[in-house]
């Protein structure tokens, strides 16, 4: 099966859907692939079933989770064709998407594709990570938004970052009873990232919703320890206990939930598929795909826009969302260039004030350097069981970096492709190397980036 | 690990984990049915045989690989239950698909 389209954006998230929406309305035949089951990416994940059947998760998740009803709404009503349920398992640098839905595969041409891919939690290796227990804020999160579920037991909350406090609260007002907050960011952040703090103030009110998120939690009871380190997850069948070390002092805790937090890092599998350039954001510590204002990457057909180009949040994420959908339509001759450069100021100004916020947040809640470097007994390849330790040895051998380290451990070589190690494991082969990560590089990535069997290999069309 | 909150009203749905009967919610994911279950273990690690379980619950993790119908190595996470479904857990040595492309 193959089918044309003006406009193909992988992702329904903020960026893919006001892409598509605005795409829509300026003539483009669009069409949307996500690999959930509904519109909304990360952050409005599930928002028409909460608004329409779970009302009072709604009012937990907040205003900015129901402020995605509209959009989500103006995408249904646009026209842009949608693939729910469709995951994206690779694509030529000519553009060509593979598509893989319910066992069937197929190949779609489009003249401009745009990624809108997003972000992933950061995945920060720490001993015991890999334990049924353990697991991210942001995956917790996803089962409240997704099904209504919430954690229940003795639940710890460990990391920083404004989706750490988020959860907190989300849960504070469900009525959640937390053990612990093990809050991680370092004390002496604080001084480096008031540097940042006039921008900060320019970007509108995330500072003071974050303040008031804080004072919510201290209203709630919420026991807050900072200054954590060291941490590790403890059990055998599933998580037992937490050990941390604050205050100088080793503690442990009783628990059988540890969710985990370190903010987010751009989701670039399928740029790198695709051969587009990436750099490495020293302040964020993460790859991003390189493109121009307008999401363009430079590889002639594929546009990059929303977090995985690099973390803005939601809002941010909709108006480049709206740049590439501007730039698609003048590149595809439904727009001329003044046309589309006098309907992008609003956008354009719109996003750079979102963005004001980043230095600060970067500063503020970078991961910690003993989550960056981990102890040796540390899996940080968790489908391959490679330890940070194994790592080092490699690289004091002569290993250069993650590619190579493929061969000598089959590190980043199982189901997840590297996803979940290959930051990580940069970080250590710099620090081994006493060189930049941006020396270091990433594990090049190949299709298929989902798994596919041969049966369904064999249904597409070439 | 994980309850569900009183206010769903989605409709039930029946699936079956190792021929066990299970009560979902339509529109959830099996992952997440499975998790409100009680489910502590999806699969086993291939290396050591140690336990998994969903980390991320977005779809890049892998931690999540079910079979489902019959069907290895499926993503819990982001397969939604169907009424009659039937899952196991991984618990043999098994190749992973995306290695089963040269
Ligand atoms: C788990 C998680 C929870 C978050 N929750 C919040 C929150 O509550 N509040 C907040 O302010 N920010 C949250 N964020 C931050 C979030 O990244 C941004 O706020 C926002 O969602 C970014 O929008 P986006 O359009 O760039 O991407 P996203 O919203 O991430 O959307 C990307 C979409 O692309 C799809 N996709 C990715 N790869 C493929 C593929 N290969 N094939 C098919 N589909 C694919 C994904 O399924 C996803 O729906 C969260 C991030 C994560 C990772
Ligand atoms: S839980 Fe991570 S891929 Fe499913």
Redesign the interface.
Known sequence: MSRDYDFAIVGAGPAGLAAATLAAELGLKSIVFD????PGG?IYR?IE?VSG??P??GSILGKDYQYGLEPVRAFRRSGAEYAP?T?VWDIASDGALAVLRE?KAWRVRAARVLLAAGA??R?VPFPG????????I???Q???K????????AVVLAGSGPLFTLFAVQLAR?GVPVAALLMTAQKNNSWRALAHLPAALRAGDYLARGLSMMRELRRAGVPMISGVSNLSAVGD??LKAVEYIAGGVRHSLQA??LLVHEGVVP?TQLAMAAGCNHCWDEPGRYWRTESDEWGDTGTGIIASAGDCSGIGGARAAEHAGRLAALDAAHRLGRLDAGERDRRAKRDLAARARHMRIRPFLDTLYPPPPWLRHPPDETLVC????VTAGELRRVAAQGCPGPNQAKAFTRCG?????G??CGLAVAEIFAKAHGVPVSEIGYFRVR????????GE?AEVAL | ?????H????KSITVYLEGEKLAA?E???V???L??HGT???RR?V??G??????????????C?VEIDG?A???A??V?VREGMRISRQYGMRE??????P
């Open positions: 690999e959930q089951g509904a990360q599930a079933e059947t779970r009072g998760d349920g995951s066992g992933m939690e995945p990570w890999t334990l049924p227990g353990v697991m991210g942001g995956a917790a996803a089962l409240f997704g099904a209504g579920l919430v954690p229940d037991g469900a069948e599933g059988n939930l989701n968790r489908c391959e069981e070589m199982g189901p997840c492709q996803r979940m299709p298929p980036l989902k798994p596919i069997t041969v290999l | 690990m994980f309850k569900r909150r206010n769903h009203k989605a919610r529109g959830e994911s992952a997440a049915a998790l409100a502590g273990d999806f690690s290396i050591s140690g336990p998994r379980a969903p980390y991320c619950m977005i779809g890049v993790c892998f931690e690989l069907v190595n499926r993503q996470c982001l939604p992973v698909a995306p290695e089963i492309v």
